[in-house]
Nanobody
Framework: QVQLVESGGGSVQAGGSLRLACTAS????????MGWFRQAPGKEREFVVA???????DYADTVKGRFNISRDNAKNTVYLQVNILQPGDTAVYYC??????????????????WGQGTQVTVSS
């Protein structure tokens, strides 16, 4: 069972930035597709971005150009740099792991492991 732990959330004003991190408990992290999802109050959880084991990425249209995902397999960690934050980005951000190398999915059902989430709050 892979444990995922997110960190880096917080409260910022509109236009600000945060760097979220998700660290996995196992070295097999390097063989997984990693994704970030978010859930705003009263809304369904939605896809944000995913990264394959080789570094290819897929971003939701709402975050393209503002968010950037990266991974450091030596540290078992995936990062999400979130820039130009807007109040609409307020949500709990979750990282997730899909036990395969290359196929990127926007579907929650494809992901096998989930973190507990980190809160991002953006004020206007």
């Amino acid at each position: 069972q892979v444990q995922l732990v997110e960190s880096g959330g917080g409260s910022v004003q509109a236009g600000g930035s945060l760097r979220l991190a998700c660290t996995a408990s196992e070295r097999t992290f390097g063989y997984y597709v990693m994704g970030w999802f978010r859930q705003a109050p009263g809304k369904e959880r939605e896809f944000v971005v995913a990264i394959s084991a080789s570094g290819t990425t897929d971003y939701a249209d709402t975050v393209k150009g503002r968010f950037n995902i990266s991974r450091d397999n030596a540290k078992n960690t995936v990062y999400l740099q979130v820039n130009i934050l807007q109040p609409g980005d307020t949500a709990v951000y979750y990282c997730a792991a899909d036990r395969q190398l290359y196929i990127l999915s926007q579907l929650m059902s494809e992901y096998d492991y989930w973190g507990q989430g980190t809160q991002v709050t953006v004020s206007s």
